[in-house]
């Protein structure tokens, strides 16, 4: 019996590999090997690269480790590929791997193929992998999430809006929203954070430790496309007074006046979406918002950005009035990305994968529209520097009730 069900154990855990992994492929489906190649600017990346790093990732930490007599595919891609872990060794240029035309993509899939063999090989006569794999699995579903917004923005700067999908009608408006109002919440000291053992988390959402918070209230919904025009149309790119000092500078070296993927054309506005330019839709959340423009919408609205904690707690909540936690626009933060009190990370090399970005960036919340399905938590902790708005931001809104 014992047999069986670890026979079985193992068959469901290939399984799931291989369905995470054809999934990443799925993304590529509709692109060409030229798209694959493209890199518009340093923060994202090659679709092949995506394919080849989340492939590395467990040749390097999986198989090298724990396969006797494994031989890597190719000894150029422990540099090629290897995104920032100092304690494996070099890295080749974030800014420039859109300039590696080779490996060919075809070669990339076929490093993808012989990883894949080689780990269902291990797994079907190790056991004892399970945490490390599902570590690994988790990565590759972040790296499906940046593979959308990667290529939205590599699509974005071609001057005649290729499409990534395809849909039968245009996107029309959503229903009309209900005007926002506010919960309020009162004072309480919460639990904030995972706890280990009740289902995949990492390291950076552990351990769960009290936190105070003050009486609060957040908005029932995330900030419009509509809502956000009138911060515009009332000239908010163009006063001082609701920016920080940083994004105000900002503004004034890049000279922008609306979010990353908005148009005006002939006095109509348009955002770019994966299925190309679509006319504004007022009713849906306004989303590619860096931190400042959030905080400054904040401050146009005579409110403030809630911090992580208050949002967790909210969350927790179940609040039927609080809707859009997850299925639309990782939200904004007024908390910078810390370690939690007894913050530990990762054993081993590994340990570098959350750890060593926490300085200079804000915490984003919920998940959005293209963030997989196990990973839509209360407690998971996204981080961007404040000036990014690429990734799929938005906006909710939050007031002190003193």
């Not at 198989?63 to 031989?71: G, S, V």
């Not at 494996?88 to 080779?102: H, M, V, W």
């Not at 967790?312 to 609080?322: G, I, N, T, V």
């Not at 938590?377 to 799929?392: E, G, I, S």
Request: hydrophobic fraction near 35%.
């Amino acid at each position: 019996m014992r047999d069986d069900m670890t026979a079985n154990s193992t068959q469901s855990l290939i399984a799931y590999y291989k369905k995470v992994r054809q999934d990443s492929l799925s993304l590529i489906a509709p692109l060409s090997a030229e798209d694959c190649q493209l890199q518009a600017m340093s923060d994202v990346s090659p679709m092949k690269w995506h394919l080849a790093h989340t492939t590395w990732f467990f040749e390097t930490f999986l198989l090298l480790p724990h396969m006797n007599n494994y031989k890597v595919f190719d000894e150029c891609f422990s540099v090629l590929f290897n995104s920032y872990y100092n304690g494996i060794g070099e890295q080749f240029s974030r800014a420039n791997r859109g300039t590696l035309s080779r490996p060919s993509l075809d070669t990339v899939l076929e490093y993808r193929a012989y990883v894949d063999d080689a780990v269902q090989t291990l797994l079907s006569v190790n056991t004892t992998l399970n945490e490390l794999l599902e570590l690994g699995l988790n990565h590759e579903q972040q790296h499906q999430e940046l593979m959308l917004m990667d290529i939205k923005y590599n699509f974005s700067i071609n001057p005649s809006f290729p499409a990534y999908q395809h849909i039968d009608c245009k996107i029309v408006e959503s229903a009309p929203v209900k005007s926002i109002h506010y919960i309020d919440f009162e004072q309480s000291i919460t639990e904030i954070g995972a706890t280990q053992g009740c289902g995949f988390s990492y390291d950076n959402e552990q351990p769960t430790h009290p936190v105070l918070l003050q009486p609060f209230s957040v908005a029932n919904r995330l900030v419009t496309n509509g809502e956000y025009l009138a911060f515009i149309n009332e000239q908010g790119y163009q006063q001082p007074k609701y920016w920080l000092s940083d994004g105000w500078a900002l503004l004034q070296s890049t000279h922008a006046r609306c979010p990353l993927y908005w148009h005006c054309i002939n006095d109509k506005w348009y955002e770019f979406t994966l299925y190309g330019l679509q006319p504004l839709a007022m009713d849906l959340p306004v989303s590619h918002v860096s931190f400042y423009e959030a905080s400054a919408y904040a401050c146009f609205a005579n409110a403030r950005l809630p911090t992580e904690f208050e949002w967790e707690h909210a969350a927790q909540q179940h609040c039927p009035e609080l809707v859009q936690l997850h299925d639309n626009c990782w939200q904004w933060t007024n908390s910078a990305y810390l370690p939690y009190p007894g913050f530990k990370p990762i054993a081993g090399v590994a340990g570098e994968y959350n750890g060593k970005f926490m300085n200079n960036q804000m915490v984003l919340r919920g998940g959005c529209a293209l963030t997989p399905n196990g990973h839509l938590r209360t407690t998971y902790r996204n981080f961007y520097y404040p000036h990014q708005a690429w990734m799929q931001s938005g906006i909710r809104l939050a007031r002190d009730n003193v």
